[in-house]
């Protein structure tokens, strides 16, 4: 019963071949412990399915090759956004499903099973999206967010600069107001999609030095004075573009600013809360994958005439990953949750989340390739890429450093 996303999600996955991801859905299944389905409602186990299958029949089988030869996979998001995934938490009278914070976090972290670089981009596309809908005029509304839901377009993040990237109060990226538009210069850094993608929301100095002189417009590519970088070579991340964004002169219409001049900061912030939460979430998916590959790997490989299993060294490591991982997805979901409900401690709890379980997550990455000996370290296995592409999540969406001088103000402030 019922009609909308939920149930377009849940037909879609009934309806599909039974492409089970070999490792979270293969025939040792999950151990209980470490299961990502328990608690969550039927609605949530069926977006959680949805994501798995497709992550196991779409991503998965082309990881290594997206990474390899650095291709942006336009047409497989294209295939995601119509289960849904182009919008998550965007309204649906603009094409987004309209989901819950933690319902994204659900769908984020079972997508990255599959390729953490490429969900992790899909959830930098989701940030920008939920900005417009929610900062924008109707009109703005209406025009960007229905084609970027269905990733027949694609949008970009414009905060880093060259000069600013934790202090990113002092950016230095300037729009001068000229009658009903405004003249933008500058350069922005470290672009996820940049130069690939047709949406870019920049954050911008309209006014006076600080926070409150910074506003957001919304830049489309083809504007002139709109140029790129050279594409940057990266440790991990090899599926998405990273380009530098250079604006010479560029002249943007009043009407592309979200929300008044001087709110920018704010509209960044509130978008990096749930952009936390996101990034977290493709961290948990990587994670839960090297634990399962390292499962496999300790049953099925032998040393010393007996399976590295009954090695209790091992057997101690692989329990330490395991509830690190449930740990890591406690806080994570717990975080959604308050940043769903508007709580008052949400951007802290976010903060914190993000902290403990891009550090926790990496750890247990990493402790899994080590448990693959050399093969770890082949390109032939997962597990190193893994390693490899969630790496950056300990200093993108704010570091981690920033995230404990966050927590620390928290406390700190009487």
Known sequence: TGSGPRTAMAVAWRAAPRVAARLLLGRRGIASCIDPSTGLTEDQKEFQKVALDFAAKEMSPYMAEWDEKEIFPVEMMRKAAQLGFGGIYVKPDVGGSGLS??????????????????????????????????????????RFCPSL????????????????????????????????????????????????TDVYVVMCRTGGPGPKGISCLVLEKGTPGLSFGKKEKKVGWNSQPTRAVIFEDCVVPVGNRLGAEGQGFSIAMQGLNGGRINIASCSLGAAHASVLLAQEHLTVRKQFGEPLANNQYLQFRLAEMATRLLAAR??????????????????????????????????ICNQALQMHGGYGYLKDYAVQQF???????????????????IVARNLLQG
């Open 387 to 405: 390693v490899r592409d969630i790496r950056v999540h300990q200093i993108l969406e704010g570091t981690n450093e920033v995230m404990r001088m």
């Open 101 to 142: 914070r933690l319902d994204t976090s659900i769908i984020f972290e079972a997508l990255s099973t599959g390729c953490a670089s490429t969900t992790a981009y899909m959830s930098i596309h989701n940030m920008c999206v939920w900005m417009i809908d929610t900062f924008g005029n109707e009109e703005q509304r209406r």
């Open 330 to 363: 406690l806080m994570v979901r717990n975080a959604a949750r308050a940043l769903q409900d508007g709580r008052e401690d949400a951007a802290v709890l976010c903060s914190m989340a993000k902290l403990f379980a891009t550090d926790e997550c990496f750890g």
């Open 149 to 196: 839901c269905s990733m027949e377009r694609f949008a970009s993040y414009c905060l880093t600069e060259p000069g600013s990237g934790s202090d990113a109060a002092s950016l230095l990226t300037s729009a001068q107001r000229k009658g009903d538009s405004y003249i933008l210069n500058g350069s922005k850094a470290f672009i996820s999609g940049g130069g690939d």
